[in-house]
């Protein structure tokens, strides 16, 4: 074995191991999501034929990568405080003991100096966290348990109701098909940049079956590897490059169509919901109440809102075109400042055309 592969050999174990200031700095840059980040970094371990070692980030950025927005690797002074490293730990030991009150006891601070100073360095709440937590443990677990009632023990909850109440929030599937979900699959995906935040669009053979906007690519691609637990993942052809320019056109300028083919999967329901959602014409919005009259479900309302929570494909089934009924913005899967963004690109092309 050569320096270089005894000095790769090292930073893996130190990579592994999640050491977060190594004795001799240095960063890796994940291939498959075009990351860079430091040791530490609480994204989930990479496969190894997936990573690059560099002596510094500006290597890497150099190599084309860019920076991860979860660990800042190019900013020493982004470090989450004792604090909020504290409070990660003690959520993580017990998501479901995850109450502000019980949290600011635990750590000796005031409920509100503990969310201001969490939400302020990590952007979200304690609670959001652990049910993110919760989250990541319930797909987890689904992949592996025999029964759904196995999988939400294992991963934290206490009822089934509260399971199923937060589950149909984050998926478009049952528990029961997302056990099965991506199995014997080939899914092809990539990462594009855009002037909305970073986009990751997978295809199964079928056609598109996740688009996804957000500020860390990194996190997007992880979201999407738990959705389709079962399935193989592959690089993009050029076809596919071609499919991703399409998407990246359609968020870009929202009155462009796609002439790709989906692959929508969900509840006949959720399916009846995300059609109606696309018949809604470019520069127009509806309220949940609406929607839910016009496919014939008057007292549907709420159910209309958890299957718009659930889409998967975003901008191609418009969900951002629903509303509140007094038509303020109401909450939106990708970022409700995205939301108003593509509303105001679709209204300023609706008069211009």
């Not at 990568?65 to 004792?82: A, Q, V």
């Not at 709440?125 to 999988?151: K, V, W």
């Not at 092809?188 to 935040?197: E, H, K, Q």
């Amino acid at each position: 074995m050569n320096d270089h592969q005894d000095l790769n050999a090292y930073r893996w174990q130190i990579l592994a191991s999640r050491t977060r200031n190594p004795q001799y700095p240095f960063c890796y840059a994940v291939v498959t999501t075009g990351i860079v980040c430091r040791p530490g970094c609480p994204s989930r371990l990479p496969n190894p034929e997936n990573v690059r070692f560099f002596d510094n980030c500006q290597d890497a950025l150099k190599a084309g990568y860019r920076p991860c927005k979860r660990c800042h690797p190019l900013d020493d002074n982004k470090e989450p405080s004792e604090l909020v490293v504290r409070v990660c730990r003690q959520i993580e030991r017990d998501p479901d003991q995850a109450n502000l009150n019980t949290l600011a006891s635990v750590l000796g601070y005031t409920p509100a100096h503990l969310q201001k100073t969490f939400r302020q360095q990590i952007g979200i709440t304690p609670f959001d966290y652990a049910r993110a937590l919760r989250q990541q443990r319930i797909y987890r677990e689904l992949g592996h348990s025999r029964s759904n009632t196995d999988a939400l023990l294992q991963a934290g909850y206490q009822s089934s109701s509260q399971f199923y109440t937060e589950f149909k929030q984050f998926s478009s599937l049952p528990p029961g098909s997302h056990r099965q979900s991506g199995k014997g699959e080939i899914l092809t995906f990539a990462v594009a940049d855009t002037t909305l935040g970073a986009l990751v669009v997978a295809a199964s053979d079928k056609g598109l079956c996740w688009i996804s906007l957000g500020d860390d690519p990194h996190a997007q691609v992880e979201e999407l590897q738990r959705h389709f637990a079962r399935a193989e993942f592959c690089p993009p052809d050029e076809a596919f490059n071609q499919w991703v320019s399409q998407v990246t056109g359609l968020v870009e300028a929202p009155g462009e169509r796609l002439s790709i083919p989906l692959d929508i999967r969900g509840t006949v329901f959720q399916r009846q919901v995300w059609e109606a959602l696309r018949k809604i014409p470019m520069g127009s919005t509806m309220d949940y109440q609406a929607l839910a009259d016009k496919i014939g479900k008057p007292g549907g309302a709420r159910a209309v809102a958890s299957a718009c929570a659930a889409n998967v494909l975003a901008v191609a089934i418009p969900c951002h075109r629903i509303v509140r009924r007094d038509g303020s913005l109401s909450g939106y899967r990708w970022g409700v400042e995205r939301k108003a963004d593509l509303l105001a690109r679709e209204k300023g092309q609706g008069m211009g055309n």
